[in-house]
C-alpha cells in the first residue's frame, strides 16, 4: 500500500517502516538434545485429531487441523511428520504445496503468511502403524499392537502419530475423534464428550480443554472398560483398564486405581490445587513398553501399575504437565520432583520413609557410574537415567534438609505455582529456592546437579 501511494504521488509522507520480507520457517524447534524436532515461525493453538484406526490391519486414516499464529512472516513452514503418507494439504482453505522427507513436512501456502496472523493447516494422511523407537531403542509414539495401540510420546514421539511442533513449550488444545472397529475403547487425555457407534465403528471424542505439550497427547486404544470415580471435591477421574489383564492383575489394577483420590488429598495442600479437569489412567495389557507416562490427565501404563508408579505419575501433573521445561536437558525437575513425591506417598502409606530412600541412594558407592551423570545435563542418551530420578529426588531431600521444612514445601508450592506458559530451567528453581530460603544454594545446587562426582550426603 505505501508503494501505492507513493507511485501516483498523492501524498507525501514519511515511509511506513517496510513489512518484514516472508521467509521460510525453521524446520528445527533449538532444542540442544532434539534439535530436529520442532519448528519456527509459528506457534500452535489447538489440534483438531481425527483417527480411523483398524488394529487387526494396523491401518490408519487420519487428518489434522493445526490452528496457529504466524510469529514471523512465513513462505514456508514445517510440522514434524515420520513415517506416514500426506495426501492433501490445505492453508486456510486453499491447497498448498508440500515436500515430506526425514520427518518434516514442509508447506508452502498458495500466500505468504503475514507474522502475528492466525492460520489454519489441514493434513490428511494415512499409514500402516507399527512399533516406533527412540533414540535409546525404547519403543515410544504410537505403538501398535493387536488389540490396539499404547501411546507415550516422551520425548519427540508425538510426530510418529500426527504432524506437530513437537517441542514441550509450544502447548496447545487438543481434540481427539478416534473411530476403531465395536468392542475397541479408544481414550485420548481430558473429557470424553461423546461415543457414538455406527456400522460396526465407535468413534470417541475427548476434548483436552487445558493446554498440554505434545509429549503428553495421547489417543490410546485396546480392549478398555471405562470406569470413573471422583475425589472428595469432586474431581472426575475416569480410568480405562484392559481386559486382557490377567484376573489377578485386574485386581491389583483396581486396589491401586482406587487410591488415587487418595494420592490427590495427600498432594493438594503441600503442591496446590490439582492442575487439570479430570484425572485417571490407562492400564494397558501390553507389558513390552515397560513404563508407565504421565500423559496429561491420564497417565498409560505397561500392565498393572504398583500404588508408587501412580503417585509419581500423579505428581508429574503438577511438576512437568503443569509446570513445563524449557530444555529436556533439565528433565530432572520434572523426574525429580515426581520422585521425591513418589517417596512421600510411600512413606505416608506405611512404606519405606523418604529417609529411607534418602540413605539408599547415598549409600551408592562414589565409583559407581551412578554418580557420573550430572543430571541437570546428562546428554540424551542418559535422559531417563536412573540418576535423573533418583539423583534429582535426592538432591530435594538435601535441600530440605538445608533449608528445613518451612522453606522446602514453600518452595515445592511456589514451584508448582509457576504459570504453564512460562517454561522453566534448574536456575530458575535455584532463584526460587534462594529467595525463599535466603540462603546461598549455588554450591548445593552444582556439586548434586552439575558435577560428575558423587556429592556429600546432607545429614
Ligand atoms: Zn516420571
Known amino acids: 500500500m505505501v508503494g501505492i501511494v507513493a ?31 520442532g519448528n519456527g515461525g509459528y506457534d500452535v493453538g489447538h489440534y483438531d485429531l481425527t483417527f480411523d484406526y483398524d488394529p487387526a490391519t494396523k491401518a490408519l486414516e487420519a487428518s489434522a487441523v493445526v490452528k496457529s499464529t504466524a510469529t514471523q512472516s512465513l513462505t514456508s513452514f514445517s510440522l514434524d511428520l515420520r513415517d506416514l503418507t500426506v495426501s492433501a494439504v490445505t492453508v486456510n482453505g486453499t491447497p498448498a504445496t508440500f515436500a515430506h522427507t526425514g520427518g518434516e513436512l514442509v508447506v508452502t501456502p498458495a500466500n505468504p ?11 490428511a494422511y494415512s499409514g500402516t502403524m507399527t512399533q516406533p523407537v527412540d533414540g535409546t531403542g525404547s519403543l515410544y509414539g504410537w505403538v501398535a499392537f493387536d488389540d490396539g495401540a499404547f501411546v507415550a510420546n516422551e520425548p519427540e ?5 500426527y504432524p506437530v511442533n513437537d517441542v514441550p513449550t509450544d ?13 475397541t475403547t479408544a481414550v485420548g487425555n481430558g473429557d470424553l464428550v461423546s461415543q457414538v457407534s455406527s456400522g460396526g465403528h465407535t468413534t470417541f471424542r475427548w476434548v483436552s480443554h487445558e493446554p498440554m505439550a505434545s509429549y503428553l497427547s495421547m489417543a490410546a486404544s485396546g480392549n478398555y472398560t471405562l470406569s470413573t470415580d471422583s475425589t472428595s471435591k469432586g474431581l472426575k477421574i475416569v480410568n480405562a483398564v484392559d481386559d486382557d489383564l490377567s484376573p489377578a492383575d485386574q485386581a491389583a ?10 494420592m490427590i488429598d495427600f498432594f493438594e495442600p503441600m503442591f496446590g490445587p490439582y492442575p487439570f479437569s479430570s484425572f485417571g489412567a ?8 515397560q513404563y508407565a507416562l504421565e500423559n496429561q490427565t491420564r497417565p498409560i501404563y505397561s500392565g498393572a501399575p504398583d500404588s508408587a508408579t501412580v503417585a509419581h505419575e500423579l505428581a508429574h501433573q503438577w511438576y512437568g504437565n503443569k509446570v513445563t521445561l524449557a530444555a529436556w536437558k533439565d528433565i530432572w525437575l520434572n523426574e525429580g520432583f515426581a520422585t521425591y513425591a513418589e517417596w512421600m506417598w510411600t512413606e505416608h502409606t506405611g512404606g519405606d520413609t523418604v529417609a529411607d530412600n534418602y540413605d539408599f541412594v547415598t549409600g551408592i558407592p562414589a565409583a559407581n557410574a551412578f554418580w557420573t551423570v550430572p543430571v541437570a545435563d546428562p546428554g540424551p542418551d542418559d535422559l531417563f537415567s536412573a540418576a535423573t530420578y533418583y539423583r534429582g529426588g535426592a538432591f530435594l531431600e538435601s535441600l530440605r534438609r538445608t533449608v528445613g521444612d518451612t522453606a522446602f514445601f514453600a518452595i515445592l508450592r511456589q514451584w508448582a505455582d509457576t504459570s504453564p506458559t512460562e517454561p522453566v530451567t534448574t536456575a530458575d528453581l535455584l532463584a526460587l529456592s534462594e529467595t525463599v530460603s535466603g540462603q546461598q544454594l549455588d554450591t548445593l545446587f552444582d556439586d548434586w546437579l552439575y558435577q560428575p562426582t558423587k556429592p556429600t550426603p546432607v545429614p
Do not use: H, M, R
Not at 113 to 123: E, I, M, P, Y
Open 7 to 37: 507511485a501516483v504521488g498523492l501524498v507525501a509522507c514519511v515511509p511506513e517502516a517496510p513489512a518484514p520480507t516472508p521467509t521460510a520457517g525453521a524446520t528445527g524447534g533449538g532444542d540442544a538434545y532434539f534439535p530436529a524436532s
Open 113 to 123: 503468511l503475514l507474522a502475528g496472523n492466525t492460520f489454519t493447516t489441514v493434513v
Open 157 to 161: 514421539g508425538a510426530s510418529t502419530w
Open 171 to 183: 502447548k496447545a488444545t487438543y481434540t481427539f475423534e478416534i473411530t476403531v472397529p465395536d468392542g
Open 253 to 262: 489394577t483396581a486396589d491401586v486405581l482406587a487410591q488415587q483420590p487418595d
Open 282 to 289: 490407562v492400564v494397558d495389557d501390553d507389558v513390552d513398553p
